[in-house]
């Protein structure tokens, strides 16, 4: 199984990214997906989830509101819509994939991440 992020990238306070999550080697809508991110000198955090059908999701306090997931599973890609972006968003994303948790176990097949970085 592999996933492959993308979109990652520099953006000032207030703007939008959108980071995809292209994935290979096995039914892509039988398993959950979702997103983490780790600063430096921190901990790896869940941030978004959702299920295979696309039909739940769930979200990090910190991001509710601001982030969307959702996914095509005809195109076995995931993504994640990052708006009002802040300074305290800047961290490696890493999508995932495997059961539908907030937990960094829930999940055993992980991207390689992409950088985000919001200026101030």
């Known amino acids: 199984v592999q996933l492959v992020e993308s979109g990652g990238g520099l953006v000032q306070a207030g703007g939008s990214l959108r980071l995809s999550c292209a994935a290979s080697?096995?039914?892509?809508?039988?398993?959950?997906m979702g997103w983490f991110r780790q600063a430096p000198g921190k901990e790896r955090e869940f941030v978004a989830r959702i299920t295979g059908s696309g039909v739940s999701t769930s979200y990090a306090d910190s991001v509710k509101g601001r982030f969307a997931i959702f996914r095509d599973n005809a195109k076995n890609t995931g993504y994640l819509q990052m708006n009002s972006l802040k300074p305290e968003d800047t961290a490696v994303y890493y999508c995932a994939s495997g059961t539908y948790g907030s937990a960094i176990n829930n999940y055993n097949y992980w991207g390689q991440g992409t950088q985000v970085t919001v200026s101030s």
């Open positions: 080697g096995r039914t892509f809508s039988s398993y959950a």
